[in-house]
C-alpha cells in the first residue's frame, strides 16, 4: 500500500472518537448532549427536554414524557475530531439500550447529578461499562442547583462505585450561580457567562490556594500512568501540562482513574471543556486492542481483527430500529471497508445478506453514504435475518465476535387487539418489536391462547402498547401485570430416573442416578458428569442433560422455571440394544421430577435495588409503607438539604404503582428510582399463597 494513503488511514482513526454520554435519569444526558451538537456546530439551536424538543429524543413518547427511551446516534467535529456520540437512555426499564451501545463503544462519558451523586442507575451503567472494558471520563452537572456539592459527588463516585475519580477540574461558585471552573491541568480559570464565550483568565486569589493544592493531588494520581512525570516529579522538577495531559490520557485509556469535570448543561456552562476532555482523554479505535472472537459457531479457532480498514470486513450489529421502508440494522465497524451493495456473511445463520443503503444517522435523520470504514457507526437498510449481536463479515473470511447478554424480563402481562380484526396485525406489530427490542418478547399461552408480553417494568410495557395503538394502528387492552416468578430446589436430593420399557420387540432401557444440590443466588443449570468408568456411553450423556433441562425451562406442574440447579450425574445402567438417546432422556426427565417430589421446590422472586429521595417530614411515613411492602431496608442517608436518601432491596411484586403511592405520601416531593438486583426466596408464609394462585389461575384455563 502507498505510505501516504496508509499515513492518511491511520491519522483518520486517530482523530475519531465514538462515544456515548450514560447516566442515571434526570442527570442530564440528553441536555449535554444536545449543548455537545450546538458547540460543535451539528445544530444551529438548542432545543430542551421539558419543551419536548430535544434533538436526541425524537419519538413522539420521549418527548411526550421527558424522558429517553432508546438510544440515539449522531456525529460531529470539534477541534479536528470526529466524533460520534449515543445519547442513551437513563430509566431501568431501557437499560438494554445501554448495553449494546456500550458494547460497541470506544469511550464513555458519565454524567452525575451534583446534587444525588452517584444514584441507582448510575451504579448499573458504570457496571455495564466495566464489564465492556470503556474507558471514561466524569462530568458533574447541574452545578447550579441548590445543594450541588462537587466534592460530595466526587466522593461518592468514589465509595459507592469504588472507581478512582480525579478531578481535573475545580467549580467556581457565587452562592448558587456557576461562575466558571479552575482548569488544574493549565492552571487558570475558564470564566462563563451564559450566552457568551467562555474566557481564560488567572485563577481568582481566594481559590489559589485550593487549586495548588488540587493540583498536587492531581499530580500525585496521575503520576504511576507516566515514568517520565513520575521521574520529573519525584525529582521535584516542573511537571509541563503536555506532561500531565499524556498521564490523564494513558491513566484513563486503562480504565485506571477517571478524569472529573464540572458544569451545568442546562446554562451552556463547562461543555466546550467537556468537549476538550472527549478528544484529549477518550480513546480512538487505534487506542482499543484488535477484537477477538472464533472462526465460527462451530470452530472455536480463536480470530482477531485490527481496527484497520486493509483487513477484512467484520462489523457488528447491536440495534434493529422498525421502519416502514425497511428495517434499520446499527453496526460498528471494527475493520476492513463496507460498500453501498456490497454482499456480507452473517456468521450466526452462515447466509449472505445485501447492504442495500448506507446511513449515517443523526437521530432520525439520515445522511446516505455509499461506504463505511473501520471505526465508523452506521445503519444499514436490507438486511433481513441480522438481529442485534450477529457479526458481518466478508465472505470468505469469518470471524463470530461475542454475543451480547441482556437481562431477563421480569414482569408479563396479557394483551388483546380490542378489533377482533387486528389479531394479524398485532402479532405482525410484535413481531417487529420483539425484532428491536432484546428484552421484550411475546408468547401465546397454550391453555388460555392468550398473547403474553413480558419486559424489564411497567413503564417498558406501558410504552410498549402506546407504540403498538400509536405507530402500528393497533389499539390494545392489557391485562394485570405478573411477576417473573422461578423456583428452585428446596434443599439437596441424590435420585435415580429410571425409564425402562422391555415387553418384547424394541425396547427402551435408560437409568440415570444423580445428585441434585440448589446453587443460591444462581439462575443457571449446571450439569457435571462425575462418572467413572463406562456404566453409560458417552454418547448418552448430553441426552440425561438435555432432558433434565428442558424440564428446567418448561416449569414442571407450575410452568414456573426452574434455576439455580447443579446436576451431578453419578451412576447409571444402559443396555446394549435398548438403550437410546430418547431413553436417556427420558431418564434425566425422570430424575428432576424425582428430586422434585424428594424436596420440593421454593419460589423465588425479583428482587430490584431501590433508591428513595424524600423530605424528612415525610421520612417515617414513608419508611412504614416500605417494611409494609417487604423492603430490606440497607441504609438511611443524609441527602442535599432536607432530602433523605432511603436505599435497600424490594421485591418487584410490591412495587407496582408505586409512583402514585409515593406521590401522595409526599406531596409530589418524592421521587425513587430501581435496578434489577437478584432473585430470591419468597417468604414461607407467601409461598403457598402463590403456588395456590397459580393452580387456580391454571384451573380457571
Same mark, same amino acid.
Given at each position: 500500500m502507498d505510505p501516504k494513503v496508509h499515513a492518511?488511514?491511520? $491519522?483518520?482513526?486517530?482523530?475519531?472518537?465514538?462515544? #456515548? /454520554?450514560? $447516566?442515571? /435519569?434526570? @442527570?442530564?444526558? =440528553?441536555? @449535554? &448532549?444536545?449543548?455537545?451538537?450546538?458547540?460543535? #456546530?451539528?445544530?444551529?439551536?438548542?432545543?430542551e427536554v421539558h419543551d419536548g424538543g430535544?434533538?436526541?429524543?425524537?419519538?413522539?413518547?420521549?418527548?411526550?414524557?421527558?424522558? =429517553?427511551?432508546?438510544? @440515539?446516534?449522531?456525529?460531529?467535529?470539534?477541534?479536528?475530531?470526529? +466524533? =460520534?456520540?449515543? !445519547?442513551?437512555?437513563?430509566?431501568?426499564?431501557? =437499560? @438494554?439500550?445501554?448495553?449494546? &451501545? +456500550?458494547?460497541?463503544?470506544?469511550?464513555?462519558?458519565?454524567?452525575? !447529578?451534583?446534587? &444525588? #451523586?452517584?444514584?441507582a442507575q448510575s451504579e448499573t451503567v458504570w457496571r455495564q461499562a466495566d464489564r465492556y472494558g470503556v474507558p471514561r471520563i466524569c462530568f458533574v452537572n447541574k452545578m447550579d442547583r441548590a445543594g450541588a456539592d462537587f466534592w460530595g459527588c466526587v466522593r461518592s463516585i468514589r465509595d459507592r462505585l469504588g472507581a478512582k475519580a480525579v478531578p481535573i477540574q475545580l467549580p467556581i461558585l457565587e452562592g448558587q450561580n456557576l461562575l466558571g471552573a479552575v482548569d488544574l491541568v493549565e492552571m487558570d480559570a475558564i470564566m462563563s457567562v451564559e450566552g457568551e464565550e467562555p474566557v481564560r483568565v488567572p485563577i481568582p486569589e481566594e481559590l489559589q490556594a485550593e487549586a495548588e493544592e488540587a493540583r498536587e493531588g492531581l499530580i500525585d494520581a496521575i503520576a504511576e500512568y507516566s515514568d517520565a512525570l513520575l521521574e520529573t516529579y519525584l525529582e521535584g522538577g516542573h511537571v509541563t501540562r503536555d506532561e500531565i495531559r499524556l498521564a490523564i490520557r494513558q491513566g484513563t485509556l486503562r480504565s485506571a482513574m477517571f478524569p472529573v469535570l464540572c458544569g451545568t448543561a442546562l446554562k451552556n456552562k463547562g461543555v466546550k471543556s467537556l468537549l476538550d476532555g472527549i478528544c484529549d482523554y477518550l480513546p480512538s479505535p487505534l487506542d482499543m486492542p484488535p477484537v477477538e472472537g472464533v472462526r465460527g459457531l462451530k470452530d472455536d479457532t480463536a480470530e482477531t481483527r485490527s481496527h484497520d480498514e486493509n483487513d477484512p470486513l467484520c462489523a457488528l450489529a447491536f440495534k434493529t430500529v422498525s421502519d416502514p421502508n425497511g428495517d434499520l440494522t446499527f453496526v460498528r465497524v471494527y475493520s476492513g471497508v463496507l460498500h453501498r451493495g456490497d454482499e456480507v456473511l452473517n456468521t450466526r445463520t452462515g447466509k449472505k445478506e445485501r447492504a442495500g443503503r448506507l446511513l449515517r444517522m443523526h437521530a432520525d435523520e439520515r445522511e446516505h453514504m455509499d461506504r463505511v470504514r473501520a471505526g465508523d457507526i452506521c445503519a444499514i437498510v436490507g438486511m433481513k435475518q441480522t438481529i442485534t449481536g !450477529?457479526?458481518?463479515?466478508? +465472505?470468505? &473470511?469469518? /470471524?463470530?465476535l461475542e454475543r451480547m447478554e441482556f437481562p431477563d424480563t421480569v414482569i408479563s402481562m396479557s394483551i388483546t387487539p380490542k378489533s377482533r380484526g387486528d389479531r394479524d396485525k398485532l402479532s405482525e406489530a410484535l413481531a417487529r418489536l420483539a425484532r428491536e427490542d432484546p428484552t421484550f418478547q411475546r408468547w401465546t399461552d397454550d391453555e388460555t391462547e392468550e398473547t403474553i408480553v413480558a419486559g424489564m417494568g411497567e413503564l417498558h410495557l406501558e410504552i410498549i402498547a402506546n407504540r403498538l395503538a400509536r405507530e402500528f394502528k393497533v389499539p390494545v387492552e392489557t391485562g394485570r401485570p405478573r411477576v417473573a416468578f422461578r423456583q428452585t430446589l428446596a434443599r439437596a436430593a441424590e435420585v435415580e430416573g429410571r425409564h425402562v420399557k422391555q415387553t418384547g420387540g424394541s425396547g427402551q432401557f435408560g437409568v440415570a442416578k444423580v445428585a441434585f444440590e440448589p446453587i443460591p443466588g444462581s439462575g443457571d443449570f449446571e450439569f457435571e458428569n462425575a462418572i467413572v468408568g463406562g456404566s453409560i456411553p458417552k454418547e448418552y450423556i448430553p441426552a440425561i442433560e438435555y432432558g433434565i433441562r428442558m424440564y428446567c425451562e418448561g416449569g414442571g406442574e407450575l410452568k414456573l422455571p426452574i434455576v439455580g440447579v447443579h446436576a451431578t450425574l453419578i451412576d447409571g445402567k444402559s443396555h446394549d440394544v435398548d438403550s437410546s438417546e430418547i431413553a436417556f432422556r427420558a431418564a434425566g426427565r425422570l430424575a428432576i421430577l424425582a428430586a422434585i417430589e424428594t424436596c420440593g421446590t421454593t419460589i423465588l422472586e425479583p428482587l430490584m435495588t431501590l433508591e428513595v429521595s424524600v423530605p424528612d417530614e415525610f421520612v417515617g411515613n414513608v419508611i412504614g409503607d416500605l417494611n409494609s411492602r417487604r423492603v430490606q431496608i440497607a441504609e438511611i442517608a443524609q441527602g442535599a438539604g432536607n432530602l433523605r436518601i432511603v436505599r435497600g432491596k424490594v421485591p418487584i411484586a410490591e412495587m407496582f404503582q408505586y409512583s402514585t403511592s409515593l406521590r401522595s405520601m409526599t406531596q409530589g416531593r418524592g421521587t425513587f428510582s430501581m435496578s434489577p438486583s437478584e432473585y430470591a426466596k419468597v417468604p414461607r408464609s407467601l409461598q403457598e399463597a402463590i403456588i395456590k394462585d397459580l393452580r387456580e389461575r391454571r384451573a380457571r384455563r
Amino acid at each position: 500500500m502507498d505510505p501516504k494513503v496508509h499515513a492518511h488511514q491511520v $491519522a483518520d482513526l486517530a482523530a475519531r472518537r465514538n462515544f #456515548g /454520554i450514560m $447516566a442515571h /435519569i434526570d @442527570a442530564g444526558k =440528553t441536555t @449535554a &448532549s444536545e449543548r455537545i451538537l450546538y458547540y460543535s #456546530g451539528r445544530i444551529r439551536k438548542t432545543k430542551e427536554v421539558h419543551d419536548g424538543g430535544a434533538t436526541m429524543d425524537y419519538m413522539e413518547e420521549e418527548r411526550e414524557r421527558g424522558i =429517553t427511551i432508546t438510544s @440515539a446516534a449522531t456525529f460531529c467535529e470539534w477541534k479536528g475530531k470526529k +466524533l =460520534t456520540l449515543i !445519547d442513551t437512555p437513563g430509566h431501568v426499564d431501557f =437499560t @438494554a439500550e445501554v448495553e449494546r &451501545s +456500550l458494547r460497541v463503544l470506544d469511550g464513555a462519558v458519565a454524567v452525575f !447529578d451534583a446534587v &444525588s #451523586g452517584v444514584e441507582a442507575q448510575s451504579e448499573t451503567v458504570w457496571r455495564q461499562a466495566d464489564r465492556y472494558g470503556v474507558p471514561r471520563i466524569c462530568f458533574v452537572n447541574k452545578m447550579d442547583r441548590a445543594g450541588a456539592d462537587f466534592w460530595g459527588c466526587v466522593r461518592s463516585i468514589r465509595d459507592r462505585l469504588g472507581a478512582k475519580a480525579v478531578p481535573i477540574q475545580l467549580p467556581i461558585l457565587e452562592g448558587q450561580n456557576l461562575l466558571g471552573a479552575v482548569d488544574l491541568v493549565e492552571m487558570d480559570a475558564i470564566m462563563s457567562v451564559e450566552g457568551e464565550e467562555p474566557v481564560r483568565v488567572p485563577i481568582p486569589e481566594e481559590l489559589q490556594a485550593e487549586a495548588e493544592e488540587a493540583r498536587e493531588g492531581l499530580i500525585d494520581a496521575i503520576a504511576e500512568y507516566s515514568d517520565a512525570l513520575l521521574e520529573t516529579y519525584l525529582e521535584g522538577g516542573h511537571v509541563t501540562r503536555d506532561e500531565i495531559r499524556l498521564a490523564i490520557r494513558q491513566g484513563t485509556l486503562r480504565s485506571a482513574m477517571f478524569p472529573v469535570l464540572c458544569g451545568t448543561a442546562l446554562k451552556n456552562k463547562g461543555v466546550k471543556s467537556l468537549l476538550d476532555g472527549i478528544c484529549d482523554y477518550l480513546p480512538s479505535p487505534l487506542d482499543m486492542p484488535p477484537v477477538e472472537g472464533v472462526r465460527g459457531l462451530k470452530d472455536d479457532t480463536a480470530e482477531t481483527r485490527s481496527h484497520d480498514e486493509n483487513d477484512p470486513l467484520c462489523a457488528l450489529a447491536f440495534k434493529t430500529v422498525s421502519d416502514p421502508n425497511g428495517d434499520l440494522t446499527f453496526v460498528r465497524v471494527y475493520s476492513g471497508v463496507l460498500h453501498r451493495g456490497d454482499e456480507v456473511l452473517n456468521t450466526r445463520t452462515g447466509k449472505k445478506e445485501r447492504a442495500g443503503r448506507l446511513l449515517r444517522m443523526h437521530a432520525d435523520e439520515r445522511e446516505h453514504m455509499d461506504r463505511v470504514r473501520a471505526g465508523d457507526i452506521c445503519a444499514i437498510v436490507g438486511m433481513k435475518q441480522t438481529i442485534t449481536g !450477529d457479526t458481518l463479515t466478508a +465472505l470468505g &473470511s469469518p /470471524i463470530v465476535l461475542e454475543r451480547m447478554e441482556f437481562p431477563d424480563t421480569v414482569i408479563s402481562m396479557s394483551i388483546t387487539p380490542k378489533s377482533r380484526g387486528d389479531r394479524d396485525k398485532l402479532s405482525e406489530a410484535l413481531a417487529r418489536l420483539a425484532r428491536e427490542d432484546p428484552t421484550f418478547q411475546r408468547w401465546t399461552d397454550d391453555e388460555t391462547e392468550e398473547t403474553i408480553v413480558a419486559g424489564m417494568g411497567e413503564l417498558h410495557l406501558e410504552i410498549i402498547a402506546n407504540r403498538l395503538a400509536r405507530e402500528f394502528k393497533v389499539p390494545v387492552e392489557t391485562g394485570r401485570p405478573r411477576v417473573a416468578f422461578r423456583q428452585t430446589l428446596a434443599r439437596a436430593a441424590e435420585v435415580e430416573g429410571r425409564h425402562v420399557k422391555q415387553t418384547g420387540g424394541s425396547g427402551q432401557f435408560g437409568v440415570a442416578k444423580v445428585a441434585f444440590e440448589p446453587i443460591p443466588g444462581s439462575g443457571d443449570f449446571e450439569f457435571e458428569n462425575a462418572i467413572v468408568g463406562g456404566s453409560i456411553p458417552k454418547e448418552y450423556i448430553p441426552a440425561i442433560e438435555y432432558g433434565i433441562r428442558m424440564y428446567c425451562e418448561g416449569g414442571g406442574e407450575l410452568k414456573l422455571p426452574i434455576v439455580g440447579v447443579h446436576a451431578t450425574l453419578i451412576d447409571g445402567k444402559s443396555h446394549d440394544v435398548d438403550s437410546s438417546e430418547i431413553a436417556f432422556r427420558a431418564a434425566g426427565r425422570l430424575a428432576i421430577l424425582a428430586a422434585i417430589e424428594t424436596c420440593g421446590t421454593t419460589i423465588l422472586e425479583p428482587l430490584m435495588t431501590l433508591e428513595v429521595s424524600v423530605p424528612d417530614e415525610f421520612v417515617g411515613n414513608v419508611i412504614g409503607d416500605l417494611n409494609s411492602r417487604r423492603v430490606q431496608i440497607a441504609e438511611i442517608a443524609q441527602g442535599a438539604g432536607n432530602l433523605r436518601i432511603v436505599r435497600g432491596k424490594v421485591p418487584i411484586a410490591e412495587m407496582f404503582q408505586y409512583s402514585t403511592s409515593l406521590r401522595s405520601m409526599t406531596q409530589g416531593r418524592g421521587t425513587f428510582s430501581m435496578s434489577p438486583s437478584e432473585y430470591a426466596k419468597v417468604p414461607r408464609s407467601l409461598q403457598e399463597a402463590i403456588i395456590k394462585d397459580l393452580r387456580e389461575r391454571r384451573a380457571r384455563r
